[in-house]
């Protein structure tokens, strides 16, 4: 019976250690995602400021460099919900 208690109660610590982890692991994965959606939103803000402040013949000649305007990572497919995300990884 001793052992059993024992057993049990070492199964039960493994179990919250586990958990503990996992919600670490979760924790700095959203903390992640918070960020690269922040860097994301301030590179798109300083690309607009510099294309604001160029003048009409300097936004012809970019336009010629670079005929499309937009956002590589906006056409990457990216999982949209927790429980896909966490499907996919």
Same mark, same amino acid.
């Given at each position: 019976m001793a052992r059993a208690l024992v057993l049990l109660s070492v199964v039960l610590v493994s179990l919250l250690v586990n958990q503990?982890?996992?919600?670490?692991n979760q924790r700095l994965f959203n903390n992640a995602v918070i960020r690269v959606q922040h860097l994301h939103q301030l590179a798109a803000k300083m690309i607009n400021? #510099?294309?604001? !402040?160029?003048?009409?013949?300097?936004?012809?000649?970019?336009?010629?460099? #670079?005929?499309? !305007?937009?956002?590589?990572s906006d056409y990457i497919e990216a999982p949209t919900g927790k429980d896909e995300t966490q499907k996919s990884s």
């Open positions: 503990g982890r996992a919600s670490d400021d #510099f294309e604001d !402040s160029l003048l009409p013949e300097e936004r012809r000649q970019l336009s010629k460099i #670079f005929p499309l !305007s937009f956002c590589n």
